[in-house]
T-cell receptor, first 115, second 112 residues
Framework: GAGVSQSPRYKVAKRGQDVALRCDPI?????LFWYQQALGQGPEFLTY????????KSGLPSDRFFAERPEGSVSTLKIQRTQQEDSAVYLC?????????????FGPGTRLTVT | KQEVTQIPAALSVPEGENLVLNCSFT??????LQWFRQDPGKGLTSLLL?????REQTSGRLNASLDKSSGRSTLYIAASQPGDSATYLC???????????FGTGTKLQVIP
């Protein structure tokens, strides 16, 4: 597609439920990032993939958070046993690290509400 | 650890005014600096990216400057319009690595 897409756009989960958020990066982009944005805050880094390799997961807040990109394109962020503090917008970005600019292109985000 | 600060947190101006948004960062070893716009309930739209070797970038009514040595960037918006109302975020990756640290943003309201 022309840009980064994410699904679902909105997700309401009951506390304790597992959720899976999907990101489709721009075709050919080797780098993929996940960010968490709480209300009124800037995005916070969660994890980074280069192709299928997860090179940095230092931002994942707990072991309930898991991300994968098995074929180096689509990525899934999974949150197990959701808690209310997980409520946020989850943003995905991709980048063509083959270019000098290293510009990141963002998807529209998935707004997760845990009740 | 890189810290990014944006001042002011919120700004309200009448239509037509020129304005400046500020971004400061603590670690000057950056690869580039990117300014984004975020509309309510939407994702981020890239406005300008300045490479570390550059001092400024321009796109239409927007001009972004970068001073690595002082750890500062400014986004200048000329002749502001109501459609410019949004939150503006600056983002900085450390040198050679794309992991990005964002500021908390400046919420801009342009009043018709």
């Amino acid at each position: 597609g022309a840009g980064v897409s994410q699904s679902p756009r909105y997700k309401v989960a009951k506390r304790g439920q597992d959720v899976a958020l999907r990101c489709d990066p721009i075709s050919g982009h080797v780098s993929l990032f996940w960010y968490q944005q709480a209300l009124g805050q800037g995005p916070e880094f969660l994890t980074y993939f280069q192709n299928e390799a997860q090179l940095d997961k230092s931002g994942l807040p707990s072991d309930r958070f898991f991300a994968e990109r098995p074929e180096g394109s689509v990525s899934t962020l999974k949150i197990q046993r959701t808690q209310q503090e997980d409520s946020a917008v989850y943003l995905c970005a991709s980048s063509d690290s083959g270019t000098a600019s290293y510009e990141q292109y963002f998807g529209p985000g998935t707004r997760l509400t845990v009740t | 650890k890189q810290e990014v600060t944006q001042i002011p947190a919120a700004l309200s101006v009448p239509e037509g005014e020129n304005l400046v948004l500020n971004c400061s960062f603590t670690d000057s070893a950056i690869y580039n600096l990117q300014w984004f716009r975020q509309d309510p309930g939407k994702g981020l739209t890239s406005l300008l990216l300045i490479q570390s070797s550059q001092r400024e970038q321009t796109s239409g009514r927007l001009n972004a400057s970068l001073d690595k040595s002082s750890g500062r960037s400014t986004l200048y918006i000329a002749a502001s319009q109501p459609g410019d109302s949004a939150t503006y975020l600056c983002a900085v990756p450390p040198g050679g690595y794309q992991k990005v640290t964002f500021g908390t943003g400046t919420k801009l309201q342009v009043i018709p």
